[in-house]
């Protein structure tokens, strides 16, 4: 059984600490960045929120893509037609009443 696909977002989530180590020791090999003056937390201190940032807009995409799937599924299983799908695609417009109907 092939194993599940981790997300982007998962991956970049469990790696935060080792993603942030290995780009300050890219930082400390350049030799122009290095000769900056600055201490740790202010050459890493903005990493987290940064990449906290990246990871929400990764699942955001990712919830785009889903629901994207889910109204094409939608539109092929009722013959209703995206009103937007000009390359086979509908807006999240057209998608939230659709999840919103059949949610319990």
Avoid: F
Wanted: proline share 6%.
């Amino acid at each position: 059984m092939e194993k599940p696909k981790e997300s982007m977002a998962a991956i970049l989530e469990k790696n935060l600490d080792a993603t942030i180590h290995d780009w300050l020791e890219i930082v400390e090999q350049n030799e122009e960045l290095a000769a900056v003056p600055l201490n740790h937390q202010d050459r890493t201190g903005h990493l987290p929120k940064l990449l906290q940032d990246v990871i929400a807009r990764l699942r955001l995409d990712d919830y785009h893509r889903k629901a994207n799937t889910a109204s094409q599924e939608v539109s092929r299983a009722t013959g209703w037609p995206c009103l937007s799908s000009n390359q086979g695609s509908c807006s999240s417009a057209e998608v939230e009443p659709l999840r919103k109907m059949w949610t319990p």
